[in-house]
């Protein structure tokens, strides 16, 4: 490493340790010349990740499209902008793990995937612009996904309530 005071290019390690949480480690190296001091910083070198689009185009994964599309999901609902954030690490670590390029699809199905565990309301408005909703058949196939099977609204009640009027007309 070049000295940043005198320019000489041999040093010593006089200190090293991890930092940024494991991400990088700093080094204390002492010029072998001029015996001053300095710090410097190894990180990994990141692989570059590229996305392949539907119409088959390529292009690298712009992380600021993602946060675009989720703040609109996210409008009016009770998720933070760090949440946000978040998210989109974890998605694009995913992705990272996975292979050097993805598909929009690949992408989407992880946003969708962390995103439910999120929010179902952000969850749905990601998928309505994300599966390109038409009809609201298809807002009915997604929300059949998302709740339960379960009976429909007052239909429990209701046999309830005609037990109940059974039993007090028997009394």
């Given amino acids: ?80 902008e760090k949440q946000v954030s978040q998210l989109v690490d974890r998605v694009e670590e995913k992705l990272r793990r996975k292979a050097p390029v993805v598909t929009t699809q690949e992408v989407g199905v992880e946003v969708l995937t962390l995103l439910r565990r999120l929010d179902d309301v952000a969850y749905l408005r990601f998928a309505s612009v994300y599966k390109d909703f038409k009809e609201l058949t298809d807002f009915e196939r997604e929300l059949g996904i998302l709740l339960p099977k379960r009976e429909p609204a007052g239909s429990a009640d209701h046999r309830r309530g005609a037990r109940s009027s059974r039993a007090r007309a028997k009394r």
Avoid at 6 to 17: A, E, F, I, L
Avoid at 23 to 42: D, H, M, N, W, Y
């Fill in 1 to 80: 490493m070049r000295c940043p005071w005198c320019g000489h290019p041999d040093d010593k390690v006089v200190d090293s340790r991890s930092a940024e949480g494991g991400a990088s480690v700093r080094r204390r190296r002492e010029c072998l010349r001029c015996g001053r001091r300095f710090t410097t910083f190894e990180r990994l070198e990141e692989v570059s990740l590229s996305v392949v689009k539907r119409d088959g185009s390529k292009e690298p994964f712009d992380r600021s499209k993602v946060v675009a599309g989720l703040m609109k999901a996210i409008k009016n609902r009770p998720v933070s």
